[in-house]
């Protein structure tokens, strides 16, 4: 109701935008762009350091417990 749903479909993304209806791809396309630009920026992790570990495109290496 806080984001004005007042009938179904209503669609509710990132528990901030809301969509009501059954819209044309254009307003879907509209309100996930928005919601996905008013998110937090990802934020990297110094990688400078000699021996630093990180992912890469086939996943992370994960040490195994001795």
Known sequence: AELGANG???F???RTYGVSGA???EVFTQA???AWGDR???KL???GEAGAQACG???CAVPQQG
């Open 8 to 10: 179904v479909p209503f």
């Open 32 to 34: 996930l762009t928005r």
């Open 40 to 42: 937090s920026p990802l």
């Open 12 to 14: 509710v993304l990132d």
């Open 57 to 59: 495109p086939d996943g």
């Open 23 to 25: 819209q044309p791809a």
């Open 45 to 47: 992790i110094d990688q």
